[in-house]
């Protein structure tokens, strides 16, 4: 039984030379398999279970061109991953205000992640030094100032939430 020397070097993103006595070969890996220009294998699920396939002579000039196509899918593949997770619109407490130019009888009706968000809104305005995290406190207190402000007074139901949040904010500084 003879030796066999075997070594890869790892480019980045599953590609990789793989070196041995034979020579220098480019492959790809990814988690389903890899592709050389000696052929190509795929994983089956099972530990230490792989099927091998090796390209023949005469058909070993076209596996460079597999080699490329893998890698130019593999490429797109991530590209189009990357794409998707940015364009996924990400919800903070702050986002999804509607209720700046409303009256007190919506503002009752609405949900605490809108009314907070409201509340960010004023705050982030007037509060442009402070950082978020204390923004969040002043809202969240704002919003508690408002809910107890308008509680169980049918009179203020006209009124706007502003006017009642600029004389909650008020109270709030001092």
Not at 23 to 49: M, W
Not at 75 to 98: D, F, H, M, R
Not at 113 to 131: E, P, V
Request: proline share 2%; glycine share 8%.
């Amino acid at each position: 039984m003879g030796f066999r020397f075997n070594k890869r070097i790892k480019l980045g993103k599953g590609l990789g030379l793989n070196v041995s006595k034979s020579g220098v070969r480019p492959s790809y890996r990814n988690k389903s398999g890899s592709v050389s220009s000696k052929g190509f294998s795929v994983k089956t699920g099972i530990p230490g279970v792989t099927y091998r396939k090796a390209f023949s002579k005469s058909k070993s000039s076209g596996c460079l061109l597999i080699f490329i196509l893998f890698l130019l899918l593999g490429s797109a593949l991530t590209i189009v991953s990357c794409k998707n997770e940015v364009s996924k619109p990400v919800n903070q407490w702050y986002q999804g205000g509607t209720l700046h130019k409303s009256k007190i009888i919506e503002w009752k009706k609405a949900s605490d992640k809108n009314k907070l968000a409201t509340c960010g809104d004023f705050c982030a305005n007037i509060y442009k030094d402070n950082s978020i995290d204390e923004i969040k406190i002043i809202a969240r207190n704002l919003m508690i100032c408002i809910d107890e402000a308008v509680k169980d007074i049918q009179t203020a139901d006209k009124s706007e939430v502003s006017e009642i949040a600029s004389m909650c904010l008020i109270l709030i500084e001092n």
